[in-house]
């Protein structure tokens, strides 16, 4: 299974889960459209070819899916759906390599996301990418 079809598989049991996709037309129409802002997010330790992945779906109006769904909804709005712009934070970090390796695959705005890139360590990470790839609660 290729990584975008467990993306759009997740991306689908999310959203039959929360009750945005329906079996029923009568009940599909009153719903109303499908999120139009969705990511698949992974963080990985070490490189990615490690087996150690975390993984979730974010999906923003509403906020869910996520830890910290509305921060990193929040984080997202802000630089119009492109993580590479989301601001650096001015934090001090600790000269320890422990690299991590992020993915996001999805959907912002109508516009098709896919950013990867492998960071130092988790600090860095956090510092560069806002909230969005904070998993943890």
Not at 70 to 95: H, K, T, Y
């Amino acid at each position: 299974m290729t990584y975008l079809t467990k993306a759009a598989a997740a991306a689908g049991a999310l959203l039959a889960a929360t009750g945005l996709l329906t079996a029923g037309p009568a009940r599909a129409a009153s719903r109303g459209p499908l999120p139009d802002n969705w990511l698949y997010l992974t963080v990985t330790k070490g490189d990615a070819r490690s087996s150690e992945t975390r993984g979730t779906l974010l999906l923003c109006d509403p906020p869910l899916g996520h830890a910290h769904a509305a921060e990193a909804c929040a984080d997202l709005s802000a630089a119009g759906g492109d993580i590479g712009r989301i601001p650096p934070a001015n934090v001090f970090c600790p000269m320890i390599f422990a690299p991590v390796t992020v993915h996001a695959s999805g959907q912002w705005n109508g516009r098709s996301v896919d950013f990867q890139e492998t960071y130092s360590s988790a600090c860095t990470m956090r510092a560069r990418t806002g909230s969005v790839f904070t998993l943890d609660g």
